[in-house]
């Protein structure tokens, strides 16, 4: 038990990197139709990482909406370019594909569509360990009629930190 609780508490005294490894995101949701009027809410959960620094995020994330007589699941992978305001904000663009799964009045469909999104970041502190984040979005799908949507989330950000290797001493 010792040697477990030695090794566990020098996992924790090593310092963190500046950067997440990876960002959770936590949120509700709401979306609308341009198509046929109808609305929706439910929750929304992604993780986003940085593959390229100041270059390239990316984002998988689902999306349950429950409507009047209807449920949507949406996941998607988005392509984000980030800009950097501030300390405290972030801006990106992204784009991507979307797999829209729906079950309205007993029948289930499924089909591509794509997201453009902008999403703002705010780090109220300079650890950025927690934060919030709004994004609205529009949505194009493929299939069922070439149906449009617009819609926004928002909610908490959750920085999960990246160890950094300490250099060995000899």
Known sequence: ??????????????????????????????????????????????????????WLELE???????????????????????????????VMVGIGPEWVWIRQSGVTTNS????????????PSATRRFGWFIEPGYEYNFGRAHEQSIGISAGLLIAIPKWRKEPRSH
Not at 68 to 80: Q, Y
Not at 112 to 123: I, N, P, Q, T, Y
């Open 1 to 54: 038990m010792a040697p477990l609780l030695l090794c566990g508490t020098s996992a924790f005294t090593q310092p963190l990197d500046k950067e997440p490894a990876a960002i959770l995101e936590f949120g509700g949701a709401a979306g609308r139709s341009l198509s046929n009027a109808g609305s929706s809410g439910g929750a929304d959960i992604a993780l986003e990482f940085t593959p390229i620094e100041k």
């Open 60 to 90: 998988m994330g689902t999306t349950p909406l429950f409507g009047r007589r209807s449920i949507e699941c949406d996941t998607d992978l988005l392509f984000k370019k980030p800009w950097t305001l501030s300390e405290k904000l972030e």
């Open 112 to 123: 591509v569509a794509g997201a453009f999104v902008l999403d703002f970041m705010f780090w």
